[in-house]
């Protein structure tokens, strides 16, 4: 599974984003954007966390872009999520204290003091909320803003302890269903629209099944528990609820499963779905980031069918020409190298069956990030300074991490992405 090209632009990436002070960026990456990890200095030192971790380039780097990310007060508290502030910061962080002696240790056991004091206030605003029958909002329990993100970085730095209980024992009780104007819902339906926002095209609300907002990322954290020995009363039939909701809105194409970004009001009363066009597979929604929760959670229950089935719904959705042509970008939110990245991850977990196909869909990923032809210093230049600009969710930052361990075959680190609920 190699690709020089795509590595080769990796590279030059890393390169252009070697220094804060001379990196061709706009100030606002380090300014209006600095406590963000989606846009801001802490995504852009993970690129260099990783690669200093692997030996491909110096510690130095991402000393600069973390303290461009801590040179002030950082927000914590109610005002702070998993992908801003105070808990942004801690991801890199600990990223880096896995592999570095640094100067880290202490800030780290601030931030994680801090982070764990904000678990504990959310679950329980969030049993209060249960207490009272009411509905959930998505930045209750989704992986950027919520309980979903926070336990992504509780588990895996202290799977054993009460902040994990108290993470995973409100994602069970999440899966229990409400009854609200007659209907019986999900318990994770919310009133707004998918930016959170109340919103006239879906009256009544929706549930979310993506993996950035949605269901699924609680799915993916109760899976990936399992993997790190952190267990709740309850925990597998929770895994089990969610699943039968997925599965009950699954859409079965001559090409394989697929499942829609979300359930309204409306579709939930008929019982089927609206038509719609293609939809894009893409880590924040759709097929890939639902594929990989159910294979990470068919692997927890010992389901091997159930893995079977969504490994090959990965493989369908990366090789439909009217999936793929939804996929304008090259980013990892939701481009082809984000693609490449859970496509890789999904074929170091795969059964034998679906393995060889899902390697071979990375590799014809990446050869689109990056075609014959072009030149990887020139493609480099024109993502670091393009519309979605040097960040890590849509930018060039994060481009360059979904490549580079497909790219040279090295299987993906685990750390930096833990932030993403797929491994």
């Not at 202490?106 to 004091?117: H, N, S």
């Not at 803003?145 to 994990?164: F, K, M, V």
């Not at 990245?341 to 990923?365: F, K, S, Y």
Request: with cysteine.
């Amino acid at each position: 599974m190699t690709s020089h090209a795509a590595f080769q632009m990796a590279e030059e990436i890393a390169n252009l984003l070697a220094d804060p002070a001379t990196a061709p960026v706009g100030s606002d990456t380090t300014t209006t954007h600095r406590q963000q990890l989606a846009y801001g200095p802490t995504g852009i030192a993970l690129l260099h966390i990783e690669r200093a971790a692997r030996g491909l380039g110096p510690w130095q780097h991402a000393h600069a872009w973390v303290t461009a990310a801590a040179r002030q007060p950082l927000t914590s508290g109610s005002d702070s999520h998993p992908f801003y502030g105070a808990p942004a910061l801690a991801h890199a962080v600990a990223c880096m204290a896995e592999h570095h002696d640094g100067p880290y240790q202490r800030a780290l056991d601030t931030l994680d003091a801090q982070l764990t004091a904000d678990v504990h206030r959310r679950v329980d605003a969030a049993h209060r909320r249960m207490d009272a029958g009411m509905l959930p909002k998505l930045s209750e329990f989704d992986a950027i803003r919520g309980l979903a993100g926070y336990g992504a970085y509780i588990i895996r730095r202290y799977p054993d302890s009460d902040a994990a209980h108290a993470v995973l024992g409100y994602c069970v009780r999440l899966t229990e269903p409400i009854t609200d104007s007659g209907d019986v819902l999900p318990g994770w339906w919310v009133t707004s629209g998918p930016s959170g926002r109340r919103d006239e095209r879906f009256p009544g609300g929706h549930a979310n099944t993506g993996l950035a907002h949605g269901v699924g990322s609680v799915l993916a954290l109760l899976a990936l528990a399992v993997r790190r020995g952190a267990l709740v009363e309850g925990h597998h039939d929770a895994m089990r609820s969610i699943l039968s909701w997925l599965d009950r809105w699954q859409e079965r194409t001559g090409r394989g499963s697929v499942w829609p970004y979300w359930v309204t009001r409306a579709e939930l009363r008929e019982g089927r779905l609206a038509p719609s066009a293609a939809r894009r597979p893409s880590w924040c929604y759709g097929t890939a980031g639902v594929s990989r929760a159910q294979q990470l959670a068919a692997l927890a229950l010992g389901d091997t069918a159930r893995q079977i089935e969504a490994e090959e719904a990965m493989v369908s959705s990366l090789t439909d020409p009217a999936q793929l042509k939804t996929t304008t970008d090259k980013g990892l939110c939701h481009g082809t190298a984000g693609l490449a990245h859970i496509a890789a991850r999904m074929a170091a977990d795969a059964h034998p069956a679906t393995a060889v196909q899902l390697r071979a869909t990375t590799t014809a990923l990446l050869t689109t990030v990056c075609p014959a032809g072009i030149d990887p210093t020139d493609a480099a230049v024109a993502e670091v300074q393009g519309d979605a600009g040097p960040g890590f969710l849509d930018g060039a930052a994060g481009m360059a991490l979904a490549i580079q361990a497909p790219a040279t075959g090295v299987p993906p680190h685990s750390a930096w992405d833990a932030c993403l609920l797929i491994d």
